[in-house]
């Protein structure tokens, strides 16, 4: 009997080994997990009938008991069939006189286990040990009893056998405990192992959804391992860090502040926090780290985790929203609004503005600051300018809170949401009062003469402009009318300026009661005074007698005498006029009529009224036009550079002179004589200088980028309103940065003349300019100033000997002593020496042998334009 015992125990152990397998490979609530614990648990008890206790022929005894109940309270009503079914069949097929009981005792412990399984599952029974063994004890009594159902004789004979029973049912109850017990820790186990499975997979999930970088790393700063949702969170893209330290991956700086923050976490229980930044394949990214200590070593060393977050729009809306707060409260008043313009925050500056607090704004809309200035019509376009554009700016006048009406500056945006729709209105506001009160001075001053109160040039101009196209549309005659008191100057001279202010304001008070209201009256400065007549006759005979009859008046006026502190003074006038009636004529050419026939008056013996003879003016009006198409070909670019080359004594291209040409799209291409003493005269030669080089400047940045004419020099002619022009200096400095050009391949030609205004500060603007590189010629040297003191005290690079000393060589022997003078002077001083106008081989052969070693004239080129002189430079190089 003890190794039927050791067999069913061994077969208990079996079962409860591969029941584990079952249920950690297959799911047990499945149906395929059902089956197979069925057919495993009926197996069991299959096996255990092949080593029963038999007691006599087909009466046996074995563990199927304590399978099929546990197998029913543990695995439930299918599994139990199953098994109960397949221990079943093979009772039903062993036979013998224990059949009947044999087949009862299979249905017993199956319902017994369910029943156990229903109480427990409804609370009413635990599963204990007390609970367990009394459930042994139940299901191996009931076996016993369950023998009476045999025959008398067959059930006497078991009897027999009791003293071998007992031990039997006795072993049972403690295997159902120890079987109980072995199926629930594998259920326990399935448990455990599923809540690890579960709590893995979260783990995993929650691993993968975080966008943070995440890494384990060991004592040593090694990566042990690493979890990146992108790679261009990591130092570096696509290489492999695991395995190395960071201190051959990581700038030296920056592993140093990570192996400090290993050190910290790793002798503290807390988490430990730190922000970096780092340069990513991405750029230049900001982090903010927290790593936590692991309470087991890796691979033998003590590691942590650590999580990096890529904060750098974080920390640029931080930034912007700091930048805004501190913008917000600006100078500038500040508002705020909701989509429907109620006010939602103001700053200091709107309070300091309005006199509205706060509170006083908050939840009320923008229209009750309105002063009722603007109509609805500019509320419209300025909501139509928002709904549009999103911006709107202007001058509006709004009302403060004691009700004082105020302009100011008005910027409003919207604000929009990812669907594009408004959600605020940002507004900023400036009170322009005064600058408002400043314009109108400014107004003033501008337009009106600050002695009289009377219309300045400026203003007269405006209205001569608009006095010629009304004439033209009308066909109404107008006048001018210049007007210069007789000997004012002695009034000056003698009683002192301040009698001839109120001399001058008294002229001007006859002057305007004198005329109708329509007619302007202008002083444009000293004595002089402007009387501009409107809505004369059609006829010009006509307009001149309205002429004529009101200047005897004017001056039937001013004949009167004056009383100034006590002083009678007495001043005629002299008075030109012309008449005009259209725009055939411009601003200027009536101005400069009525000046010259006011001059004619003065000329006839003053006192007088004379009207514009137009011969006097075609001299001037030529000069006039010529003088205006200058101005627009500045403006349109039609004046070119010309290059007349500059070389050594070798014959070799050291660069060129540039010289201005006019191509006029009437007259052609035309010389400087033309135009150069115009533009002297009109005050242009400082812009035409100008204009000349900032080509200039280009033309050099250009030829840098050519080997074979980088290496040439350009030569430009400035007059002393360019070099004295206030910011010159920054000027040429913006005009070289602004092209790119070589300083040192510029050479600025000065005459000797320039010297004369100024020597002192022409010395300081050309040492400054002589400091970046530019070197200076004096032109036409020898011809004007020449003065030995000058030579030594300016910043001077070359002497350029005059063609006229050139143009008699070899032939006239005082050009040739002051030619060999002038090279001996600039080879004393260190100076570089050209000789300009060369013509002829003799004249080169001759200032060769006298030791000139620069040239430039007719001999080697003309001026010639840009692209050829290019072309000749690269043709000489090949």
């Known amino acids: 009997m003890l190794l039927e015992l050791i067999k069913n125990a061994t077969l208990l152990i079996t079962l409860c080994w591969m029941h584990g397998l079952i249920t950690r490979y297959l799911d047990e609530r499945s149906t395929t997990g059902k089956l197979f614990s069925g057919a495993l648990f009926g197996a069991a008890c299959v096996i255990g009938m092949t080593f029963p206790l038999t007691l006599e022929q087909g009466l046996i005894f074995d563990g199927r008991t304590v399978v099929l109940s546990m197998a029913a309270f543990f695995c439930g009503p299918l599994v139990g069939l199953i098994a109960g079914a397949i221990a079943g069949v093979y009772r039903l097929w062993l036979g013998g006189v224990g059949a009947m009981p044999g087949l009862l005792n299979i249905l017993m412990p199956v319902l017994m286990g369910l029943a156990y399984r229903r109480l427990h599952m409804s609370g009413r029974v635990p599963f204990t040990f007390l609970s367990l063994l009394v459930f042994a004890g139940l299901v191996q009594g009931l076996q016993v009893a369950i023998l009476t159902v045999l025959a008398s004789d067959q059930f006497a004979a078991s009897q027999q056998y009791a003293f071998a029973l007992w031990p039997l049912v006795l072993v049972l109850i403690p295997s159902t405990l120890v079987l ?7 259920r326990r186990q399935k448990r455990d192992r599923e809540a690890l499975r579960q709590s893995e997979a979260q783990l995993q999930a929650i691993t993968e959804a975080v966008p943070d970088l995440s890494m384990v790393l060991d004592e040593d700063g090694r990566y042990v391992k690493i979890k990146s949702p992108d790679s261009t969170l990591l130092f570096s893209e696509g290489e492999c860090l695991l395995g190395r330290l960071m201190a051959d991956v990581l700038p030296t700086s920056q592993a140093e502040l990570f192996m400090q923050l290993i050190g910290r976490t790793l002798a503290s229980d807390q988490a430990q926090t730190i922000e970096y930044d780092m340069q990513t394949p991405a750029g230049r990214r900001v982090f903010e780290g927290r790593a936590r200590r692991l309470d087991i070593k890796v691979n033998g060393k003590r590691a942590l985790v650590f999580m990096a977050r890529d904060i750098t729009e974080r920390v640029a809306l931080e930034l912007d929203r700091r930048i805004a707060a501190i913008a917000f409260e600006s100078p500038q008043g500040m508002l705020i609004t909701d989509a429907s313009t109620r006010i939602l925050k103001a700053n200091r500056a709107f309070s300091e503005i309005s006199g509205y607090s706060l509170e006083d704004v908050v939840g009320q809309p923008t229209r009750m600051l309105g002063s009722g200035r603007q109509g609805p019509e500019f509320y419209q376009a300025m909501w139509r300018s928002l709904q549009e554009t999103g911006l709107w700016e202007g001058e509006i006048w709004n009302r403060r809170k004691c009700g004082e009406v105020f302009p100011e500056w008005l910027t409003i945006g919207a604000v929009h949401d990812e669907q594009g729709l408004v959600t605020n209105y940002v507004a900023s506001l400036m009170d322009i009062s005064e600058r408002k009160n400043a314009e109108q001075k400014i107004l003033h001053l501008a337009f009106y003469d600050p002695l009289t109160g009377l219309p300045n040039r400026r203003l007269l101009r405006d209205r001569l402009e608009q006095a010629t196209a009304l004439c033209r549309r009308k066909g109404q005659y107008a006048a001018l009318i210049f007007l210069d008191l007789d000997d004012f100057k002695n009034v000056n001279d003698v009683y002192g300026h301040q009698v001839g202010d109120e001399l001058l304001c008294q002229v001007a ?9 329509l007619d302007t009256v202008a002083r444009l400065g000293g004595d002089e005074f ?32 004056y009383e100034v502190n006590g002083q009678h003074f007495f001043n005629s006038a002299s008075l030109g006029a012309v008449l005009f009636n259209d725009e055939q004529q411009s601003v200027d050419e009536l101005m400069q009529c009525a000046d010259l026939s006011m001059y004619s008056a003065k000329s006839a013996g003053k006192d007088t009224l004379s009207f514009y003879d137009p011969r006097m003016q075609e001299v001037v009006s030529q000069r006039l036009q010529l003088e205006q198409d200058m101005r627009r070909g500045l403006a349109a670019g039609e004046f070119v550079l010309y290059l007349q080359t500059q070389i050594n004594q070798h014959g070799e291209s050291q660069g060129a002179e540039a010289l201005v040409r006019w191509q006029h799209p009437q007259r052609g291409l035309l010389g400087p004589g033309t135009f150069i003493e115009i533009a002297e005269r009109s005050g242009l030669i400082a812009e035409l200088d100008l204009y000349v080089l900032k080509q200039g400047c280009s033309l050099l940045a250009r030829w840098a980028l050519e080997p074979r004419l980088a290496g040439l020099s350009l030569a430009v002619n400035i007059s002393s309103r360019l070099l004295f022009k206030d910011g010159f200096i920054d000027i040429l400095h913006q005009a070289l940065a602004d092209s790119g050009a070589n300083p040192q391949r510029l050479k600025l030609e000065i005459t ?5 205004t100024d020597k002192n500060e022409a010395a300081v603007r050309m040492q400054t300019l002589q400091a970046i590189g530019i070197r200076f010629s004096i032109d036409d040297f020898g011809t004007g100033y020449s003065s030995m003191a000058y030579l030594q005290q300016l910043p001077l690079d070359q002497l350029k000997i005059d063609q006229s000393f050139v143009r008699d060589l070899p032939g006239s022997s005082s050009n040739l002593a002051i030619v060999r ?6 080879e004393s001083l260190g100076l570089e020496a050209i000789a300009e106008g060369v013509e002829t081989q003799a004249q080169h052969d001759v200032l060769l042998a006298n030791g000139c070693q620069h040239f430039q004239g007719y001999l080697f080129s003309k001026p010639i334009a840009i692209d050829v002189f290019e072309a000749m430079q690269v043709c000489a190089s090949v």
């Open 752 to 756: 000797e003349s320039l010297l004369l």
């Open 509 to 517: 008070d006859r002057l305007r009661h004198a005329v109708r209201e």
């Open 821 to 826: 003078a002038i090279l001996a002077l600039a």
């Open 180 to 186: 109980g017990y072995l199926l629930k820790d594998i």
């Open 530 to 561: 402007v009387i501009m007549l409107e809505g004369l006759e059609f006829i010009a005979e006509e307009a001149g007698s309205q002429v004529e009859h009101i200047g005897s008046k004017l001056m039937l006026a001013l004949r009167e005498p």
